[in-house]
């Protein structure tokens, strides 16, 4: 089982309508969870974050976690076609380092194709 | 915004030869990342630091080596490259202070092709 997992789509949408980006990951102690878009040759652009259970809204978009469930999602509303992307969920989990040092990294998982069609 | 520069964004170059790919952040940032991407795929982390003169191998095993002189500055470096080594190199970065989530941020990539 991936530690990330997301739907790889394509998921195709019309313009104005919203899209629910669905993510879940195998580690109950990750704290943080970060949605990414990137372009087709980009880097990756980070849209937002989140760490507690609930909603978190910026803009047109939504993120939504559900510890208990080990999900978390991203809803785009009113979505455009300067939406259509890759977008990659990607958690923050713990992993040791050389002395026994504990360090956060971030796990992606293999995205997400967004095309939102006028 | 982030403030994180890589160089060259493109390289072609025949096999076995040394290459270095650059990356260079005015953030004040501690950590630093790098991330291997084939087309398509997922990102996987090679090396980190949390600081200068540490470095660390990450999940994925790469030929490649690190180094961190300068909290700035975090080459990554190819002693022979191969076609195996084709692929798109991330640098990211992020802050301990202040930043508990670990909010990482990206350079613009350097694409590789080995000849």
């Known amino acids: 089982q991936k530690e990330v997992e997301q739907n790889s789509g394509p998921l195709s949408v019309p313009e104005g309508a919203i899209a629910s980006l669905n993510c879940t990951y195998s580690d109950r102690g990750s704290q943080s969870f970060f949605w990414y878009r990137q372009y087709s040759g980009k880097s990756p652009e980070l849209i937002m974050f989140i760490y507690s259970n609930g909603d978190k809204e910026d803009g047109r978009f939504t993120a939504q976690l559900n510890k208990a469930s080990q999900y978390v999602s991203l809803l785009i509303r009113d979505s455009q076609p300067s939406d259509s992307a890759t977008y990659l969920c990607a958690v923050n989990m713990f992993a040791s380092g050389r002395g026994g040092t504990s360090y956060g990294k971030l796990t992606f998982g293999q995205g997400t194709i967004l095309t939102v069609h006028p | 915004e982030a403030d994180i520069y890589q160089t060259p964004r493109y390289l072609v170059i025949g096999t076995g030869k040394k290459i270095t790919l650059e990356c260079s952040q005015t953030?004040?940032?501690?950590?630093m990342y790098w991330y291997q991407q084939d087309p398509g795929m997922e990102l996987h982390l090679i090396h980190y630091s949390y600081g200068v003169n540490s470095t660390e191998k990450g999940d994925l095993s790469s030929e490649s080596t690190v180094s961190r002189i300068r909290t700035e500055h975090f080459p990554l470096t190819l002693e022979s490259a191969r076609p195996s080594h084709t692929s798109q190199y991330l640098c990211a970065s992020s802050e301990t202070r202040g930043n508990p989530y670990n909010e990482q941020f990206f350079g613009p990539g350097t694409r590789l092709t080995v000849l």
């Open positions: 953030m004040g940032h501690d950590k």
